[in-house]
């Protein structure tokens, strides 16, 4: 059975020499922490089931138990999905609230990450297929946030899409796709491209 894993706050390693990233001594490692404390009370409290949910609207399930979030000392604001990298941006609780969202961005990333044919060395990949087929004028970053921000929006009832301040041209275009189609029916599609395709993993294995 599979299990919704655990997300781990942790500072972003600076002993392993990834130090490039940290502006010297600012923000402190101190702050960090704080941060990273607060990003972690803001997630709990927030934590209504999220990474369930967007199992169930997928259809596709978890297979890692525990994904550390790594808090990154900078002010820049810009995340990443693998690993996990939040950056702090500016310490108000406005902020903090945005990158809670942009924390469940990232993990709609990391759930089509743990579904990815990652012991196919091919490069062959049935998430990234279904996208190029339905979207194939679109741009790779572009296709794939059609996807993952309508998947946003279908567990938060379509109230994601005000709280993406200039947001990049390929989100833009990803939204506008959105509206066009219904963040539902795009969904609703996957799904049943991921079924057909969890029902021949099953049938091969
Ligand atoms: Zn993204």
Known sequence: MNS??????????????????????????????????????????????????????????????????????????????????????????????????????????????DNLNKEDLSGEDWIFDWHEQRYPVETPLCRIHILVHAIHACVHKGSIKQIQIAPPPAYKRSWEIIEKEGAESIVQAFRTSAATRIIESSIES
Request: aromatic share 10%.
């Open 4 to 113: 919704t894993p655990r997300i781990i706050f942790r500072i972003f390693p600076q002993r392993h020499g990834w130090e490039f990233a940290i502006p010297a001594g600012k923000p402190s490692h101190k702050q960090a922490l704080a941060y990273a404390k607060k990003m972690k009370d803001c997630w709990q409290k927030r934590e209504w089931g999220f990474l369930e949910e967007i199992a169930l609207v997928t259809g596709l399930s978890w297979r890692r138990t525990e994904i550390p979030c790594y808090i990154v000392a900078v002010e820049q604001s810009w995340s990443s999905s693998d690993p996990l990298l939040i950056p702090m941006g500016l310490s108000s609780k406005a902020k903090i609230e945005s990158n809670c969202y942009n924390l469940e961005h990232e993990l709609i990333h990391c759930l089509l990450l």
